[in-house]
């Protein structure tokens, strides 16, 4: 009974873990072209050397790699991971097929937070001019997210309620910013619209650090809970019946998408379909099972930007267009696809 | 595991009582059907029983109060299967009966849950479907899969929700056939709520009849289901025949007004399903 359980359930995940795998070696190498193209092209032997063996390659190609590109690139899979596990929680715990820090109001909420730090110079923690716009970005990100939480707490909690709490939400951010843009001066302006474009221009090492520090806390958190938000999906009489608190659970698990969804947003901005579009593919490959779920949206998502960053800096030569114009570029046409060809039953 | 239900009222917020003063015996191998016209009370007190709703009064099981147990140990001993399964979830059969386990299951699935898992698949005659996806299965299938979540635990006290809405005739009598079979050789007491009083008859020990949040009658089928007691609940003119010891219940197109007179129809026989 137990071989047979056994080969049944192996039969089941086996091909979830190829999914997995091939996933995670295409971050890989895409990882390796995102650091490869750009106005000085590099060969994949050059990126290695500058890697492993710094002292082996001329001074140039060290800063390109270890100054320029390799922190944008992973800037790239971190951000993109973390946007894609974000939407794919939003998306489970609202139970919606909607939900992301884009369609939520979350990224409006951050472009306003960096905006209002651009255009009049305030910003929430007097600390730092260097980190004012990260800082309000993060800071207003949350706000949002606990916004939402608690109108949705005010009308019962009900999934639709925060969806609807969250566009209703998006559209105020999005005036507010209008108005900034609107009494901005030009020098301003330019810099709104180039924050709200997004961008991974501006990453440094310590960002990189901050933002994939603050993933590789969350990722232990949410797997924890894997069976437990698995359920969820089965509706929240059957969860409730099966032992779960859905309403601790639902606020656990949105603290902590909040969190990575403001340190993904604050530092490049405004970048659409990412959340969105990434759960959307990993359930379509794997399913709605957590335990693979979260991990292939998160290598989706990576995968999507990483792809997204390489071809930025592709499609005017020379030019390296920001990334979350080409994001809504790939996205949107893909987007469309995926619900023409989407088979029955994935929402 | 013996359930009993002593002075049981609840309330929605803002709202009057919907279940008054309830008590109730149900006893483990036997099926207990709750009968009643729509908003008697049905669904929300097996939802009082599953641990949803937190009503006054007192739910014991096997004589320990349920308001002493912590929610995922009433879990594990009450298996309840709402009156809608939302099967959205892009999941396999197997995972999804894996799930009435969550309690359990870690990152790695144990031996003991796969073995569970899959006990419970043969018993219930599903093998073919284990590899499918839940949104590829018929209504029937749905339900037996949401079956399958409630023994994959080994409940002892499983409670359906009105189980055959939306099945055809063939789909009811082998989801009541498995129900009755397994609540005997489990010895699992098991609750059913449902509309139709002919399905009642055949398959319940013991019936309950509510109205407007009371217990109208209590006992065995023969006893309790009778024309009388069908008109008083459900303003019903029925005939009550035995047919090799089955009750066969016919409405007879005959509806009493709320004045008490009746306005006659054909005597003919019509669809038993009363309530709806």
């Given at each position: 009974m137990v071989t047979q359980a056994e080969e049944l359930y192996q039969r089941i995940t086996g091909r979830k873990y190829a999914v997995v795998v091939s996933l995670a070696i295409a971050v890989v190498l895409i990882l390796f072209v995102d650091i490869a193209v750009g106005p000085a092209w590099l060969s994949i032997a050059e990126i290695l050397s500058a890697i492993f063996e710094p002292n082996s390659v001329d001074p140039a190609t060290s800063v390109i790699v270890w100054n320029l590109r390799l922190p944008i690139a992973l800037m790239a899979v971190v951000v993109g991971a973390s946007l894609a596990i974000a939407g794919a929680e939003m998306q489970t715990i609202l139970d919606n097929p909607l939900a992301s820090p884009y369609t939520l109001g979350i990224s409006a909420a951050a472009g306003f937070g960096a905006a209002l730090a651009l255009v009049?110079?305030?910003?929430?923690?007097?600390?730092?001019e260097h980190f004012i716009v990260p800082i309000n970005a993060f800071f207003f990100a949350i706000l949002t997210c606990l916004l939402i939480y608690a109108i949705a707490r005010k009308a019962k909690l009900s999934s639709e309620t925060m969806v609807l709490a969250g566009i209703a939400i998006l559209f105020l951010f999005q005036s507010a910013t209008a108005l900034l843009q609107y009494v901005a001066s030009e020098q301003q302006l330019q810099a709104v619209v180039f924050w709200l474009f997004g961008n991974l221009f501006r990453t440094t090492w310590l960002k990189l650090a901050i933002v994939a520090a603050i993933l590789i806390v969350t990722v232990p958190v949410l797997a924890k809970d894997a069976w437990k938000l698995t359920a969820l999906r089965l509706g929240d009489e059957k969860a409730k019946s099966l032992g779960i608190n859905v309403e601790r659970l639902r606020l656990k698990i949105f603290i902590w998408v909040s969190i990575l969804t403001g340190a993904a947003v604050c530092f490049v901005g405004t970048i659409g379909f990412i959340g969105l579009v990434g759960p959307h593919i990993a359930r379509m490959l794997v399913g709605e099972d957590q335990r693979f779920f979260l991990p292939t949206s998160a290598l989706a998502g990576a995968v999507l930007l990483s792809a997204a960053s390489a071809l930025s800096k592709l499609v005017i030569p020379g030019t390296i267009l920001p990334i979350g114009i080409v994001t809504s570029f790939i996205g949107v046409p893909f987007f469309i696809s995926l619900i023409l060809k989407r088979r029955s039953g994935y929402w | 595991m013996k359930l009993q239900i002593e002075r049981l009222k609840f309330a929605y917020d803002g709202g009057g009582l919907v279940l008054r003063d309830i008590h109730l015996e149900a006893l483990p191998g036997e099926v207990t059907v709750i009968i009643g016209p729509n908003a008697s009370g049905k669904s929300t007190l097996l939802k009082c029983v599953a641990g949803l709703l937190k009503p006054a009064g007192t739910i014991r099981l096997d004589g320990k109060k349920t308001s002493e147990f912590k929610k995922d140990k009433i879990a594990q001993w009450v298996g309840y299967l709402p009156q809608e399964n939302s099967f959205r979830a892009v999941l396999t059969v197997f995972e999804a009966i894996l799930l009435g386990r969550v309690q359990s299951l870690s990152w790695r699935v144990g031996k003991e849950d796969l073995a569970s898992a899959l006990k419970v698949i043969e018993e219930l005659g599903i093998e073919k479907l284990a590899s499918r996806f839940l949104h590829e299965l018929s209504g029937g299938q749905k339900q037996m899969v949401s079956m399958a979540q409630a023994l994959v635990r080994q409940s002892r006290v499983i409670l359906l929700d009105e189980p055959l809405t939306s099945l055809d005739l063939r789909y009811e009598l082998e989801i009541l056939d498995l129900l009755r079979k397994i609540t005997v050789q489990r010895r699992i007491t098991t609750v059913i709520a449902l509309h139709d009083l002919n399905q009642a008859a055949r398959y319940a020990d013991k019936v309950v009849i509510l109205k407007d949040g009371d217990v109208c009658a209590f006992g065995k089928p023969e006893t309790v289901l009778t024309s009388q007691t069908i008109e008083a609940v459900y303003g019903v003119i029925c005939k009550v025949t035995t047919d090799n010891g089955v009750l066969q219940i016919t409405s007879l197109n005959s509806i009493r007004s709320k004045s008490g007179n009746r306005s006659e129809g054909n005597n003919r026989k019509m669809d038993t399903t009363v309530g709806d």
């Open positions: 009049l110079g305030v910003g929430i923690i007097p600390y730092g | -």
